[in-house]
C-alpha cells in the first residue's frame, strides 16, 4: 500500500513563528502536492511539485513556500504563520494512473 | 477556468436505500472524473475514477456515470449503510500544463440514518 505520512496530526504555533509541515511517500511518485481544507471552501491547492527541485504555484501560494531536496519528501513551509493560516493542510502524492494518494493531515492552529 | 460543482452540501438518507449524489463541470470535458471518500479529520482515499469513453462504472455497492451531455457525473451508493457516511468528494483533472493538478468539489456531506 501507499504510504503517505505527515509529520504531525495536530500543531499550534504563534503568529509570526515559522512553521515547517513534512511529508514523505513511499512509492517513488514523482508527483507531490499540498492542499489546505477550510469548511465552506473545499481543497485547495498550495503547491505541487512535478519532480525533484521542481516546484510549481498552485491556487493560493501566498504566504507559502515549499521544498523538496528527495524525491520521497515535499514540505510546505509558512514564512510567517498568519491566524488566518489556520486550517487543515493535506499533502497527496499522484500515482501513474492519475488518482492522488493523501496523507492524514495537519489541523494547524495559530494563535 | 475548469470549475467543478456539487450542488448538495448535505444529503441525508435511509439506511438500505441507494444514495445519488451528482458532480457538475463547466467547460470542455475532462479525460476522466475522480471520486473519493473523505472520513472527519482525515485525508481523502481514492474510490472510483471514470474516463470520458466510460458511460459507467461498479466497484461492489458502488457505481459511478459520466454523462458527456449533461456534462455530469452521477455517484451512487446502493444498499447503504451507517457505515457510509462520510463526506463524498468528486475531482476533475486542470488542462494543458496543469494536467496533473485535480480541482476538487466541495463535497457532499452523506449522512445514512439507521
Known amino acids: 500500500d501507499v504510504k503517505v505520512t505527515q509529520s504531525s496530526r495536530y500543531l499550534v504555533k504563534r503568529t509570526g513563528e515559522k512553521v515547517f509541515l513534512e511529508c514523505v511517500q513511499d512509492m517513488d511518485h514523482e508527483n507531490m502536492f499540498w492542499y489546505r481544507q477550510d469548511p465552506g471552501l473545499g481543497l485547495r491547492l498550495i503547491y505541487f511539485s512535478y519532480d525533484v527541485k521542481m516546484k510549481e504555484k498552485g491556487d493560493i501560494p501566498e504566504g507559502y513556500s515549499v521544498s523538496r531536496e528527495k524525491k520521497e519528501r515535499f514540505s510546505l513551509i509558512l514564512e510567517s504563520a498568519s491566524t488566518n493560516q489556520t486550517s487543515m493542510y493535506l499533502c497527496a502524492s499522484r500515482t501513474d494512473t492519475d488518482t492522488q494518494y493523501f496523507g492524514p493531515g495537519t489541523r494547524l492552529t495559530v494563535l | 477556468s475548469q470549475k467543478i460543482e456539487q450542488n448538495s452540501e448535505a444529503l441525508n438518507i435511509q439506511e438500505g436505500k441507494t444514495a445519488t449524489l451528482t458532480c457538475n463541470y463547466t467547460n470542455y470535458s475532462p479525460a476522466y472524473l475522480q471520486w473519493y471518500r473523505q472520513d472527519p479529520g482525515r485525508g481523502p482515499v481514492f474510490l472510483l475514477l471514470?474516463?470520458?469513453?466510460?458511460k459507467e462504472k461498479r466497484k461492489e455497492r458502488l457505481k459511478v456515470t459520466f454523462d458527456t451531455t449533461l456534462k455530469q457525473s452521477l455517484f451512487h451508493i446502493t444498499a447503504s449503510q451507517p457505515a457510509d457516511s462520510a463526506t463524498y468528494l468528486c475531482?476533475?483533472?486542470?488542462?494543458?500544463?496543469?494536467?496533473?493538478?485535480?480541482?476538487f468539489g466541495k463535497g457532499t456531506k452523506l449522512s445514512v440514518i439507521p
Open positions: 471514470i474516463r470520458e469513453n466510460e
Open positions: 475531482a476533475r483533472p486542470g488542462s494543458g500544463a496543469g494536467s496533473y493538478q485535480l480541482t
